[in-house]
Each structure stands twice: as structure tokens, then as C-alpha cells.
């Protein structure tokens, strides 16, 4: 019943077999990996070199208006287009959507909107308010404001646009 070439083809089968699994397993690990570039996995540097960068970013960024400035002048208009971005999470109509409501965001304590599944973070700074200031840091970088979000928007880079939707959303208070 097992002769030589039965043997030979059950091993080969076993072989082929194995060499198909391990080439699907590899195919499917770099496919769907979550490790490697532009993948948001968190990566710890070993050491830093300090090049000069973040202090050029400061005098950069200081030579500007001030927020203080820029908010005075802003234009809730201009804000109402800014706020087209936030449309796909945020409602303005007190229903919560992927994010809370902005209704009567500025000036209401962070983390406030009650039912809404807020990160530990934001649950952290419930004694603080949304203060034009506050929300300007919020959305010049969420992760960097508050770390752990679960707000995956990377902010907005410039300063008159944060200004003038923060403008809209306190005019629509």
C-alpha cells in the first residue's frame, strides 16, 4: 500500500503545504502589519540630538500676532467655513456625532457633554474650561494637548483659521 512514490508525494504535499502557509503568513504580515511608516505606532527614540529646530520654531512662531491679537480681529464668517472640516465628527444641533456637540463650547468645562465617551485625558481637565485660549491650543495639535485623545484630527496650522472659528463657535453660543 505505501510504496516508494506514495511516500514521496504524501512528504512533498506536507512540504508544499508548509511552504504555502509560511508564504501566505508572510504576504498577510506585510500587508495588514501595523508596524513601519505612517502608521502611528508609538516609537521611543534611544537618544536626541538636539539640532536647534524647536528653538528656530519658537522665534518663528513668536514673531507672529499673538493669539490675543489675532482673536479680536477674527472673523466668525471665515470661522463657519473653518468649521466645514470639523462637520464630519462634530454637530452644532446638540446632538453628539463621532465627537460631542459644539454647542456652547467655549466657556463649558472640558469633558462636560454628558453620555459622550470622553479619553481619560480630557476626563483629567473636567475643572478646567474651554476658554478661546484653551481651544486654540486644542486645535493648533489634539494629541499634543491632550495625549491619549481619541480625536484623530491633526489640527489646524494656521493661526487666523483656529481664530476665526473659535470667533464662530462663541458667536454661536
Same mark, same amino acid.
Given at each position: 500500500?505505501?510504496?516508494?512514490?506514495?511516500?514521496? &508525494?504524501?512528504?512533498?504535499?506536507?512540504?508544499?503545504?508548509?511552504?504555502?502557509?509560511?508564504?501566505?503568513? =508572510?504576504?498577510?504580515?506585510?500587508?495588514?502589519?501595523?508596524?513601519?511608516?505612517?502608521? !502611528?505606532? *508609538? *516609537? +521611543?527614540?534611544?537618544?536626541?540630538?538636539?539640532? %536647534? +529646530? *524647536?528653538?528656530?520654531?519658537?522665534?518663528?512662531?513668536?514673531?507672529?500676532?499673538?493669539?490675543? *491679537?489675532?482673536?479680536?480681529?477674527?472673523?466668525?464668517?471665515?470661522?463657519? &467655513? #473653518?468649521?466645514? &472640516?470639523?462637520?464630519?465628527?462634530? @454637530?452644532?444641533?446638540? /446632538?453628539?456625532?463621532?465627537?460631542?456637540?459644539?454647542?456652547?463650547?467655549?466657556?463649558?468645562?472640558? /469633558? +462636560?457633554?454628558?453620555?459622550?465617551?470622553?479619553?481619560?485625558?480630557? #476626563? !483629567?481637565?473636567?475643572?478646567? #474650561? =474651554?476658554?478661546?485660549? $484653551?481651544?486654540?491650543?486644542?486645535?493648533? $495639535?489634539? @494629541?499634543?494637548?491632550?495625549? %491619549?485623545? &481619541?480625536?484623530?484630527?491633526? !489640527?489646524?496650522?494656521?493661526?487666523?483659521?483656529?481664530?476665526?472659528?473659535? /470667533?464662530?463657535?462663541? +458667536?454661536? $453660543?
Amino acid at each position: 500500500m505505501f510504496d516508494t512514490m506514495t511516500f514521496t &508525494k504524501v512528504v512533498g504535499a506536507v512540504c508544499g503545504s508548509l511552504l504555502l502557509f509560511l508564504l501566505g503568513s =508572510w504576504a498577510s504580515e506585510s500587508i495588514y502589519s501595523m508596524h513601519g511608516e505612517g502608521h !502611528g505606532g *508609538e *516609537e +521611543a527614540q534611544a537618544y536626541v540630538i538636539d539640532t %536647534g +529646530a *524647536e528653538a528656530a520654531e519658537s522665534e518663528v512662531a513668536d514673531a507672529g500676532p499673538s493669539f490675543d *491679537e489675532l482673536f479680536a480681529a477674527a472673523d466668525a464668517g471665515a470661522g463657519e &467655513k #473653518v468649521f466645514a &472640516k470639523c462637520k464630519a465628527c462634530h @454637530k452644532m444641533d446638540g /446632538a453628539d456625532g463621532t465627537g460631542p456637540h459644539l454647542n456652547g463650547v467655549v466657556g463649558r468645562g472640558k /469633558a +462636560a457633554v454628558a453620555g459622550f465617551g470622553y479619553s481619560a485625558t480630557l #476626563v !483629567g481637565m473636567q475643572s478646567d #474650561v =474651554w476658554s478661546p485660549a $484653551n481651544l486654540d491650543g486644542f486645535l493648533t $495639535n489634539p @494629541k499634543k494637548y491632550a495625549p %491619549g485623545t &481619541k480625536m484623530s484630527f491633526a !489640527g489646524l496650522p494656521k493661526a487666523q483659521d483656529r481664530a476665526n472659528l473659535i /470667533a464662530w463657535l462663541q +458667536a454661536t $453660543n
